[in-house]
């Protein structure tokens, strides 16, 4: 109990700063652009109801979950078959380093001429932006399996998928948790990015259009929607890797004390 009271207080001391500085900086403001802080709470209920909650914030997340799951299962499959087998490695490398280069939001307008301006478009540019962490952290985290525990396997004949599970993706896991995380975050970025250009709902559609409407107050509204979205998604995260990786984290804790 005094350990899940001390990683709340560490988990919301900050936030709590930033608000509190929030409130007092703009706190008698005057800029239209810069409303009070108790303005936009005062704003915040009567903007997101129920029915805007399941039109906008609804959407916008399963457009993120699937473009996330989609980058997940590529990252970690492409990943795991480039960093196993040198020769694709030396195939795949130049190709992957031009499509890396280029940023996603600069490809909306092809995507659109593929994909059309519905979900599909929006998904695939969460996909294309989330995939690179994924993959070049799989990449590496494959290529870095220990060789001993790799020459234990083979002379206890564990090959193929066997292998692959109990050692190699085993091993990569936390590169790949690593990967995961960065791709949440650019996730989040591309969501709103992809509502910005036809779309007729989602946060990014409706903060754009409160922009657009001089209504600045229920603007506010939406970016800290956004914010507290990304906030409750990576404490999930958080509680995902901890379970998932909870041997790795004991192996961890045992080191240090020893």
């Known amino acids: 109990m005094r350990r899940l009271l001390v990683t709340t207080v560490h988990l919301l001391a900050l936030p709590a700063v930033l608000v509190a500085l929030w409130w007092a900086a703009s706190d008698g403001s005057t800029d239209v652009y810069w409303p009070p802080l108790r303005t936009v709470l005062r704003t915040f209920p009567h903007v997101w109801t129920g029915q805007r909650l399941h039109d906008d914030l609804l959407r916008s997340v399963l457009r993120l979950l699937a473009g996330y799951a989609l980058a997940t299962a590529v990252g970690i499959g492409a990943g795991t078959a480039i960093g196993s087998w040198r020769r694709v490695r030396a195939l795949c490398e130049p190709v992957l380093e031009f499509l890396r280069a280029v940023p ?50 083979r002379s206890y004949g564990i090959t193929g ?18 990967g995961l995380r960065q791709a949440l975050s650019i996730g989040i970025i591309l969501m709103v990015i992809s509502e910005m250009f036809a779309a007729s709902n989602g946060l990014g559609f409706t903060v754009v259009q409160f922009q657009r409407g001089f209504a600045i107050p229920e603007m506010w509204t939406g970016i800290l929607l956004l914010g507290l979205l990304g906030f409750a998604l990576s404490v999930v995260f958080r509680l995902v890797e901890r379970r998932a990786l909870g041997w790795y984290h004991g192996r961890r804790a045992t080191t240090r004390r020893s």
């Open 104 to 153: 996603p939001p600069v490809l909306v307008p092809v995507i659109m001429l593929f994909a059309g301006i519905g979900d599909g478009m929006k998904i695939v540019v969460i996909a294309g932006g989330c995939v690179w962490p994924v993959l070049l952290n799989t990449v590496e985290g494959v290529r870095a399996v220990d060789p001993v525990l790799a020459d234990t396997a």
């Open 161 to 178: 998928v066997a292998r692959l599970r109990t050692l190699v993706l085993r091993s990569a896991s936390p590169q790949i948790f690593a």
